[in-house]
């Protein structure tokens, strides 16, 4: 039965293009980073055929479009970029592509709308978005409805995978939130160190204050000063854990170590890297949106030694050994 049933499938396939009827087209979507081209998977599903700019580990700040990154772009419908200046090497190329017409779409634009975007110390709105989840479903409810737009007769396919996906983001908010604010974890002891500036939303999420060597960008390196003054914050408040991010280079993680070891305080690194603006690799935990939030609340628990509470069933997530609940 089973075998009858795909041979005329098959036939069927092979049939169409001699009977006049086009294979169903599917919208050509580019997307930018990791985080973005996952969104895309999730809300376009199999209506969209994707091109992903971006794997796991690089760095979206410095990252500049190939001559096949913008070929694909300037074949495709849309492009779905993070924005506020993420991608900063971009700029020219989105200028060039609203001059031919093709659509470019920023996930952060709902969220500035919203106005949910936290700002820096001189006026420039941060980037790193995406680290509260309340964020990313307004990103994914906009990318829905641009997807709607962009192939009407499919509009309630994209909006309920939104709605489906949102409601999955919701129970890793709450789940989040409640593993980080545990009062197991003394409130003066929740304090994120990183490379750079990346978790401002994410410390705002959960209720962790954060701080960054570089700032919101890896464009500029740290300064010798900014170096001393981490190390100091880390002897100052007593914390012992550092994190290094998987695309930004470790160097000024080690420097802060060092200068902290010359104050006489021991600090150590994270059991893992941390997933910033780049997220892990397909194949690894950490390579969609839902594991790469996972992937980072555990390893900033484990790496302190607090609990690690089980993930909702609705993540239908299943976790590595090394980081399943103890
Ligand atoms: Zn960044």
Known sequence: MRGLSRCLVVSALFLMPLLGVRAEERLRVVATTTQAADLVRAIGGERVALTALMSGGVDPHQYKP????????????????????LEGQFEKVFEALGQRMVRTYALSEPVLQAGFLL?????VLDPHFWF????????AEGLAELLAELDAPNAAFYRANAAAYSAQLEALYGWAH????DSAIPEAKRVLITSHDAFRY???AFGWRVRGIQGISTVAEASVSDIQAVA???????????FIESSVPRATVEA????????????????????????GDPDKFGGTYLEMIVHNVITILQSFGYKVPPLPARLALSLPEDFQAR
């Open 178 to 181: 409640s593993a980080l604010t």
């Open 119 to 123: 700002e820096e110390a001189h006026g």
């Open 232 to 242: 100091e914050l880390l002897a100052a408040e007593g914390i012992e854990v550092i």
């Open 256 to 279: 802060v170590i060092a200068a902290a070891r010359a104050r006489g305080v021991e600090v150590r690194l994270g059991v893992r890297a941390l997933y910033s603006d780049a997220m």
């Open 66 to 85: 190939t001559a096949s990154d913008i070929a694909a772009m300037n074949a495709a419908q849309a492009v779905i970029y993070s924005g506020l200046n």
């Open 202 to 204: 994410f410390g705002d």
């Open 132 to 139: 509260d989840p309340r964020n990313w479903m307004l990103a």
